[in-house]
């Protein structure tokens, strides 16, 4: 299965529109604070767009960051499920992006959507896409959670009522701390590799998955937004985000594959991190606290739908 230059403009238009719409949906919800463009060349090949927004009324850091890169030799990150494609030339396109919200009511998202195609003389290309997102709660509300996972199973469901179950799963699994032995947050939708059918089966789910984030996290910024909050609860949030921090530079393949590959400047590989975070020694929730019951209720795998 080959694609051309026609399906590729394609897919870079879809996630170039992507990122202007959730951009703009964002700075609607925050109303005081609009996102910073900060366009860049890389001299090894390719170019990105990243936007940032800081400091808002709702959002106190966000990022939306488009990337479209070429390299010579395919990253160990971009290869290591896929290893018979090591050594390989690549372009590899994306929408990241990572929104930290002031409120600590309100959770921090996460979501990315991304194409590859890895070449070799004299055989054909070998492509797919990936991506999903995912939902890291500091105070977790059932209906917030419900919400996010019915989205996210409507979407699938569009395609294949198979991929929910599958993508569920696939995300629960990879957005694990293993050395904190708890999931990062209640999870969401996680696929790698994914080249089932044709291209254009493909990127139609990766369509209805992309159109469908805002639908998913909108409504719950909306609802817990202007929900009253203390010190402890804003200490909470810093100290949670610190998981999160570690997530990123120890497990996450994107943020790997950014560093190993030089795609662009460290500004917008490391745009994911949260401006302010605590580390406690040997901290422990109160019992009976709100923060305790983030961890028994919902820092552990469920079915939300």
Not at 92 to 115: E, K, Q, Y
């Amino acid at each position: 299965m080959s694609v051309n230059s026609e399906q590729i403009g394609l897919v870079k238009e879809y996630l170039l529109g992507l990122q202007e719409r959730i951009c703009a949906e964002l700075e609607r919800v925050d109303q005081s604070a609009k996102f910073a463009t900060d366009a860049w060349e890389r001299d090894k090949g390719g170019s990105g767009r990243s936007r940032v927004i800081s400091k808002g009324a709702v959002f106190e850091k966000g990022g939306v960051n488009f990337s479209h890169v070429f390299g010579d030799k395919l990253p160990p990150s971009a290869s290591a499920t896929r290893p018979e494609l090591a050594g390989r030339s690549f372009q590899a396109m994306g929408v990241s992006l990572v929104i930290h919200p002031d409120n600590p009511m309100v959770p921090t998202s996460h979501a990315n959507f991304r194409f590859f195609i890895a070449e070799k003389e004299g055989e054909a290309p070998v492509w797919w896409f990936g991506g999903g997102y995912d939902l890291t709660p500091y105070y977790g509300f059932d209906e917030d959670c419900e919400h996010w996972h019915r989205t996210a199973k409507n979407a699938c469901d569009k395609v294949d009522p198979s991929l929910y179950p599958r993508f569920k799963k696939a995300c629960d699994e990879y957005f694990y701390l293993k050395h904190r032995k708890e999931p990062r947050g209640i999870g969401g939708l996680f696929f790698d590799d994914f080249n089932e059918g044709s291209f254009e089966q493909c990127f139609e789910l990766v369509k209805q998955l992309g159109d469908s984030y805002l639908e998913a996290y909108t409504p719950i910024v909306e609802r817990r937004k202007d929900l009253p909050f203390t010190a402890i609860n804003k200490d909470f949030q810093c100290y949670r985000r610190g998981r999160y921090v570690e997530f990123n530079l120890v497990f996450d393949r994107g943020t790997l594959f950014g560093l190993q590959s030089g795609v662009g400047r460290i500004e917008s590989i490391l745009m994911s991190l949260p401006p302010v975070v605590h580390w406690e020694y040997n901290w422990q929730p109160e019992p009976g606290s709100a923060e305790e019951k983030l961890y028994t209720d919902y820092l552990r795998f469920r079915e939300w739908v």
